[in-house]
């Protein structure tokens, strides 16, 4: 008898792989799903151990860090005031497992930026896996040490010194959990921002900020609601930009370590200074909203320690109540 040779047609084949790739095709969003709830789990955890730290360094200090420590503004107890540069991140080192890059850290006071940050050249160059968010594509392209959460300023585009700021971290004011007289569970302490991707021609409002952006006010007198519209209406083609957005959590300022509440979550505009970038970067005057990856909103972390997800449609009253410590709101427990 003849030998019958075994295979497949040329049209099996192609129906195979049609299945195939259907198969792939109906998959693969699920599996993508998976892995982004997976790295906001993981995201949401660093800025549980960030609250976790805040607490103990509260403990220890009778106070929460000082957004901006300036040496003559003096600080209570062992917080510290020595220097300008220094973000709240460093103080927390401590209280973070990373006890070997605190100690590293040179907090002497000096005349201006230039001694403190030669004095912590390569502390300051130290990337902590902790501080950055798994969903950011950009993390890893940070030229210093990147940094995806920042403290809460409040709903102020910044100038308020002392305890006239609203937000839970003060430039030269020190909060204490006594003054956070809305609750502990109703106040905002940090949440999430978008890294930089270095780059500087306006492609992206994620990753870049526009500056100096005109508005009719006065530096430090400028109202959250103009700071808002003036940011709004910015040409990104008009301004420069900027593109090392969290470069450091070593450096205090707007485009590294503070974000404000003046625009609700990852609004559909570019973060804006009113100024020049002062050295390092620093940003005091601006519009800097909490922005993430995460499909529909952002983490941020309760000053009691919670994490919540918000929203991006939470209503603007409710996301600028939140960011107030002593400002007396009623704000609705499923913000």
């Known amino acids: 008898m003849a030998s019958r040779r075994l295979g497949i047609t040329l049209l099996e084949l192609l129906v195979s792989i049609s299945i195939i790739g259907l198969l792939v095709a109906l998959l693969l969003p699920a599996v993508q799903s998976a892995r982004e709830t997976s790295r906001r789990l993981q995201c949401k955890n660093h800025l549980h151990q960030f609250g976790l730290a805040l607490s103990n360094y509260h403990a220890a200090f009778g106070c929460f860090p000082c957004a901006l420590p300036a040496t003559a503004a003096g600080g209570p107890g062992g917080a510290g005031s020595d220097g300008r540069i220094y973000s709240p991140h460093s103080r927390l080192l ?86 956070v007289v809305d609750g502990l569970s109703h106040t905002a302490s940090m949440s999430e921002k978008t890294i930089g991707d270095e780059s500087t021609i306006g492609k992206s409002r994620r990753t870049e900020y526009l500056f100096p952006v005109a508005v009719p006010f006065l530096l430090g007198l400028i109202p959250p609601e103009v700071g808002r519209q003036a940011c709004q209406r910015a040409d990104k083609l008009a301004h420069r930009t900027g593109g090392d957005s969290g470069a450091s959590w070593f450096l205090n300022g707007f485009v590294h370590t503070w974000y404000s509440h003046v625009s609700t979550p990852n609004p559909d505009f570019f973060d804006c200074s009113f100024h020049e970038p002062f050295p390092l970067l620093f940003v005091a005057e601006g519009v800097f909203p909490a922005r993430s990856y995460h499909r529909g909103g952002v983490n941020l972390l309760l000053m009691d320690g919670a994490v919540r997800f918000v929203s991006d449609s939470v209503s603007e009253g409710t996301w600028r109540a939140i960011a107030s410590r002593a400002g007396g709101e009623t704000t609705p427990d499923d913000f």
């Open 94 to 179: 401590h209280f973070m497992d990373q006890a070997d890059v605190y100690n590293s850290i040179n907090f002497s006071p000096g005349p201006d930026w230039g001694p403190q940050l030669s004095m912590n050249a390569t502390a300051m160059r130290v990337k902590i896996d902790g501080f950055v968010c798994p969903s950011d594509p950009f993390a890893s392209l940070a030229r210093v040490s990147g940094i995806s959460y920042r403290v809460s300023r409040g709903a102020v585009v910044g100038g308020k010194l002392g305890p006239e700021g609203p937000g839970a971290f003060g430039a030269w004011h020190w909060t204490r959990a006594a003054d």
